[in-house]
């Protein structure tokens, strides 16, 4: 059984929180006069001068109507990326536990490792790019704490095989992490669904793909309370800032914009591997559930570097492990993908 006590850092169970002004007021009123803020305004047409909900909680009650998670099982973050460094930083002892990762996978992972000063155990992937569970339960210890699945896998686009991740979650007695980052373009079922049943399950998701919010870094982590409420205690208080919070919040009133754009990604998806199919230095495309391809060539070096001569980038992954000779190509508007298209018709 998992318990959450036999994994978390001493010295987590210890933190008592930073307590902002935010924090401690709750209710309403109209003079503001205990966060030390400028209380004259901002010097902008739109007001900054107050702190922004260190919880952002009208932001989740509008993720709760979408996805249907209760708030207390929601963790906004700046970006996923802060998500990763706080599970890392609850729950792992630097220079003492490990972490399993399956490359070929998010580079952040190991990077977030590093940081922290944990063990980055690998188990590669398999050949069709599954987990290799024999592999990952030769590799767990007793201070194996967190195993990191990116699903749909950033790069190779595929989605992992749900028995295995079950697998995983029954008989792990760390946290399994879930990065769901490409799950809106998946025809494979969210693992949010499995938050009831399985308490060491953390499904992290984003709004920087589908929702096209890269640029206010709005990451989410699902989880259970317990969970939630480590993450809560151990990020900064005003993570996530006020613009971001709001702009995010109008967004999410466009969902039938979002499944439109959706829907033409797919649609591009489909035309980009039936036509780069034709090219005699396509080698592969590998099957996707996300919004960008990996293709096998015979010269990925030589591509890249024509590509970017002609102003186009994408993404060279042939020296990652499991993709030798491959690119990593984002589905791009109908206009962009003719571009790149007719381009590498000129390859030589």
Sequence with gaps: MFDINNILRENIKRLVPYSSARDEYQGEASVFLDANENAFGSPLDQQFNRYPDPLQYDLKKR??????????????GNGSDEAIDILF????????????????????YEVSANINDIEARKVN?????????????????????????????????????????????ANF????????????????????????ECANLVVMQTLSKAWGLAG?????????????????????????NESSQQLALAALANVGQVNEWIKETLAQRDRLVLQLKEFDFVVDIYPSDAN???????????????????GIIVRNRSKVELCEGCLRITVGTPEENTILLEALQNFK
């Design 63 to 76: 993720i709760t109507e979408i996805k249907g998670v209760p708030p207390r099982n929601i963790f906004i």
């Design 216 to 240: 206010l870094r709005v990451g989410m982590a699902f989880a259970s309370e317990e969970i939630i409420e480590v993450m809560n205690k151990v990020k900064p208080p005003y993570n996530v």
């Design 125 to 169: 992937l398999t050949e069709d790019y599954q987990l290799n569970l024999e592999g990952i339960a030769e590799a767990i210890d007793k201070n194996t704490k967190l195993i990191f699945i990116c699903s749909p896998n950033n790069p190779t686009g595929n989605s992992i095989n749900r028995d295995d991740i079950q697998t995983l979650l």
């Design 292 to 310: 960008f391809i990996l293709v096998k060539t015979t010269n990925a070096n030589g591509i890249y570097d024509y590509l970017v001569k002609q």
């Design 173 to 196: 007695k760390g946290i399994v992490v879930v990065d769901e980052a490409y799950i809106n373009f998946s025809r494979q079922k969210s693992f949010i669904q499995e938050l009831t």
């Design 89 to 108: 930083r609850s729950f792992c002892n630097p220079g003492v536990d490990n972490v399993i990762l399956v490359p070929p996978t998010y580079g952040m």
